[in-house]
Every structure is written in C-alpha cells, then in structure tokens.
C-alpha cells in the first residue's frame, strides 16, 4: 500500500465525517454576479442538478444519440462546432427551472423554458450563460448537509 492509500483509509483522516451526513439534492439556487465586477446581484436562477429528473432524461437522450450514431457508423464521430454550442444552449436552458426576476430595459422577463433557451442563445449575454454553466457545474452545489438527522 503507497502513502495516498494509508491516508485514505486511515481512521484518524475519516474522524468525524459520516457519509450520511450529505445527500444529493435536485436543485440549487445561483446568484447571478455582476459581470463586470463579480459582485453579487439579487437576480436568483433555481438549476436543475445532475439527479433532477429532467437533467437526468436530457442527458440520457443525449447518451443514446452518441451511442446511436456510433453503432451506425462504427466510430466517434464529432459534431459540427455550431451544432454543439446549441446543443449546450437548449441543456443550460432546461436546467434553468426558474428565476425570481430577470429585469431589463424593456422590464422584467418573466421566467418560461422559451425565455430561459433566448438567454441562453444571445450572443450578447454570453457572460450569463457562462454564468450559469459554472453553476450547472458546480457539483457542490447540490450536495445539502444533512448533519444530525
């Protein structure tokens, strides 16, 4: 046994950490941060996590065409560039499942699956897309403690 598997398995390194303290959750909030300055706004998006159901179907789709397609062709064959930026467009958006406000010169947009797949497609707002990406990403976010029950 090397080091790194005597401090992963060493009883002094797991003290006090119980895997039933922590469980997956389905959803998280995201604090959109002014793009600018990094400072924190009071716009909120609620994110689909990676147990959330529809996450969970639009990610198995995604499996299926890839293994389909390979099946078909023999080969790993990859999608054209623009293909796979809309594609990650409409995932980001039906991980979006709601925002409490989206305020804009013309007034505040009110959350729809159709408004959350606009935002995340304007070449303008890239830095909010991006924005939520690191949040669809952030595994941590979906991970509630759940110390003492």
């Keep these: 046994m090397n080091k790194a598997e005597q401090i992963a398995f060493s009883p002094a390194a797991a003290a006090g950490f119980c895997i039933d303290d922590f469980n997956d959750v389905t959803t998280s909030e995201l604090v959109l941060k002014n793009p600018k300055t990094g400072q924190p706004t009071d716009i909120v998006l609620t994110l689909a996590g990676p147990e959330h159901p529809l996450r969970k179907k639009r990610q198995f789709e995604r499996i299926r065409r890839m293994r389909k397609e390979m099946q078909r062709v023999g080969k790993l064959t990859l999608a054209d560039p623009a293909e796979e930026e809309q594609d990650e467009g409409e995932f980001l ?13 013309a007034g505040n947009v009110e959350f729809s699956k159709d408004a959350a797949l606009q935002l995340m497609q304007d070449s303008e707002r890239r830095w909010l897309r991006d924005q939520v990406k690191s949040g669809v990403e952030e595994r941590e976010a979906f991970i509630a403690s759940c110390a003492g029950s």
């Design 93 to 105: 958006a039906e991980c979006i499942l709601g925002w409490n406000k989206m305020p804009t010169r």
